[in-house]
C-alpha cells in the first residue's frame, strides 16, 4: 500500500519521552538469554584462539612421531611449520565460511535456532581433534580446527545480532557488549586451562583441544529455555503473537514500549524482504553505513593488538621475567582485557558510543608513539622495559574500552532488519580477511620495520578516530529507524553541498 514515508516518519526525528520510562538494567530473563547466546558464541571465537597456543610443542612432536610412523623418516622442519601453520590458519578460512554460512541461516532458520545448529560443528569438532592422537591422524586436528572455524564464525555473526535484538533500545549497548565479555573471558580461560597446572601438560593435550564441545553443551542446554527475537519473528515472519509473547518474557512491564519501535519499523520495511550482500552492496541509500562498517571492522584487526601481544613475551623476558613465569603474566593481559570490556559495558549507556570508540582509537595512536619511543631506547635504561610493559597494558586497555566491543554494536545498530544480517556478511568477512591478512603479513612488517611497525599502526588508529569524528552519529538511544534517518540526512547534505560546488563551477565557467 503506497505512504509517504518522509510525512509519516517525520515524528522519529525527534527523541520520545517516553525513553527514560525505561529499564536501566536488564531483567534477569533478558541477562539469562544473553549469557546462554554468548557461551556457545563469540566465547568458542575467544576460547580457540587462545587454547591452541599451549599445547604448540606437544602437538609438533605427535606430528613428527606420526610423520616418522608413517614413511620411516622424520619430517623436514619446513614440513613441520607448514602442517602446524595450516592447524593455526585453517581456523581464519572457516570463520570466513561460517560467517556467509551465518548471514543465510539467519534468515532462514532465525538467529536462536542459527546459534542452535550452530553447535554441530563444535561438537564435531572436539570429537574429531580428541580422537586425533588416539587415531594417529593429524589430519583429524586440520578438520577439527576448520570446523571449530566455521562455528566462530556462524557465531560471530548471529550472536551479536541476537543480543541486540532482543535488548530495549536503553540497553542495547550494555547487552551489545556481550560480544566483547565473552570474547575476552573465552581468551582468558584458554589461557588459564592451557596452564601446566591443568590441561598444558604433555599427556592432557588431547582434552584439551577437545575441550570446545564443553560450551556447546552448555548452549544446548539452556538457549532452548529462551525466545527467539521478537524483531525476527514479526519483522521476518510476521508472527505477531509470538512477538509479543517473546518482548513480555525478555522485558517485563515495559514491553509495550519496545513493542511501538518494532512495530513502526515492520510499516516502514513494509514489502521489503531481506537483502542478500549483493543486493546491499548495490545499495546507493546504504553506502554511508556500508563503508562505516568495512573501514570499523578493517581498523579493528589492522589497528595494532597482534603486534602488541607478540611484543609482550619479548618484553617481558627484557624486563627480568624468568621464562617459566611468562605464561602467568600473559594471563595478566587477557584480565586487563576482560576487565576493560566489562567496564565499557558499563559505561557504553552513559558516555555513548562515539566517545568510547573515537577515544580508544585516539589513546591507541598515543600509545603507539610512546611504544615505538621506548622500543627504540630499549637498552638505554634498565626502566625503559616497564615502560614499555606499561605501554602494553595501555594499549590493551585503550582497546577494550572502545573498538574492541563498540566496533560489533555500531554493525548492528546502523541498519535496520531487512538489511542487517547481509551487514554481517560483509562485516564479517571483511573482519575474518583482515585476521588472516595480519597473520600472514605481520611477521614480514616486523622484519622489516622493527620497532618502527607501531607508525604503520598509529596511521591506521588516527585515521579511523578522524573518520568517527567527522562521520558516525551517535546512536545511543536511537532506534533503528532514527539512526537511518540520521544517515539519510548526512547524505542529502552532502549531495546538496556536492550540488551546490558544481553549480558553482558551471556559473563561473560561463
Known amino acids: 500500500m503506497p505512504k509517504d514515508v518522509g510525512e509519516e516518519y517525520q515524528p522519529l526525528l525527534v527523541k520520545e519521552p517516553k525513553a527514560g520510562k525505561r529499564p536501566k538494567v536488564p531483567n534477569r530473563t533478558l541477562l539469562l538469554a544473553g549469557c546462554a547466546a554468548c557461551i556457545g558464541g563469540t566465547f568458542q571465537y575467544g576460547y580457540n584462539v587462545s587454547v591452541i597456543n599451549a599445547p604448540t610443542k606437544y602437538v609438533q612432536d605427535f606430528v613428527n612421531q606420526t610423520w616418522l610412523e608413517r614413511y620411516n623418516t622424520i619430517i623436514s622442519e619446513s614440513g613441520l611449520t607448514l602442517i602446524w601453520s595450516t592447524i593455526v590458519s585453517i581456523f581464519t578460512i572457516g570463520g570466513l565460511i561460517g560467517v556467509t554460512v551465518g548471514g543465510t541461516l539467519s534468515v532462514k532458520i532465525g538467529r536462536k535456532g542459527t546459534l542452535l545448529a550452530n553447535n554441530i560443528f563444535a561438537l564435531t569438532a572436539s570429537l574429531l581433534m580428541g580422537l586425533s592422537y588416539t587415531t594417529g591422524l593429524f589430519e583429524l586436528l586440520i578438520i577439527g580446527r576448520l570446523l ?216 591507541m595512536s598515543i600509545c603507539c608513539v610512546l611504544f615505538t619511543v621506548a622500543l627504540t631506547f630499549q637498552a638505554a635504561s634498565p626502566v625503559i622495559p616497564y615502560i614499555s610493559i606499561a605501554c602494553v597494558f595501555a594499549f590493551i586497555l585503550s582497546f577494550g574500552l572502545g573498538p574492541g566491543g563498540v566496533t560489533n554494536i555500531l554493525t548492528t545498530e546502523l541498519f535496520t532488519q531487512t538489511a542487517r544480517p547481509a551487514a554481517y556478511v560483509i562485516a564479517g568477512s571483511v573482519n575474518w580477511l583482515n585476521f588472516f591478512f595480519i597473520g600472514l603479513v605481520f611477521p614480514f612488517i616486523v622484519i622489516g620495520l622493527q620497532q618502527y611497525c607501531f607508525l604503520v599502526f598509529l596511521v591506521i588508529c588516527s585515521l579511523t578516530a578522524t573518520y568517527i569524528f567527522f562521520i558516525i552519529p551517535e546512536t545511543k538511544n536511537k532506534t533503528f529507524l532514527e539512526i537511518q534517518n540520521e544517515f539519510r540526512s548526512f547524505r542529502k547534505s552532502n549531495s546538496c553541498h556536492t550540488d551546490g560546488v558544481n553549480a558553482t563551477l558551471i556559473s563561473t565557467s560561463m
Open 148 to 363: 571449530i572455524g566455521i562455528n566462530a564464525g556462524i557465531g560471530l555473526c548471529v550472536q551479536p545480532m541476537y543480543l541486540i535484538e532482543i535488548a530495549p533500545t536503553v540497553l542495547r549497548g550494555t547487552m551489545g557488549m556481550g560480544t566483547s565479555i565473552f570474547i575476552t573471558a573465552g581468551i582468558l580461560i584458554g589461557q588459564v586451562v592451557g596452564l601446566q597446572e591443568l590441561l598444558g601438560r604433555e599427556e592432557f593435550w588431547p582434552i584439551l583441544v577437545s575441550t570446545s564441545c564443553i560450551p556447546a553443551l552448555l548452549q544446548l542446554v539452556t538457549l532452548p529455555w529462551f525466545p527467539e527475537s521478537p524483531r525476527y519473528m514479526f519483522i521476518d515472519r510476521g508472527d505477531e503473537e509470538g512477538s509479543k509473547k517473546a518482548l513480555r518474557k525478555l522485558h517485563g512491564h515495559s514491553w509495550n514500549q519496545e513493542w511501538d519501535d518494532i512495530f513502526k519499523e515492520k510499516d516502514n520495511l513494509e514489502g521489503f524482504c531481506a537483502k542478500k550482500p549483493w543486493e546491499l552492496l548495490r545499495d546507493r541509500s546504504l553506502r554511508w553505513q556500508l563503508l562505516t562498517i568495512v573501514l570499523l571492522n578493517s581498523a579493528q584487526q589492522l589497528n595494532g593488538i597482534n603486534a602488541i601481544y607478540f611484543y609482550a613475551s619479548y618484553l617481558f623476558k627484557e624486563s627480568g621475567i624468568p621464562a617459566e613465569r611468562i605464561p602467568y603474566v600473559t594471563i595478566g593481559t587477557g584480565a586487563c582485557e576482560c576487565i576493560t570490556a566489562l567496564t565499557c559495558g558499563m559505561l557504553i549507556e552513559s558516555l555513548g558510543r562515539r566517545v568510547l570508540i573515537m577515544g580508544g582509537y585516539t589513546l
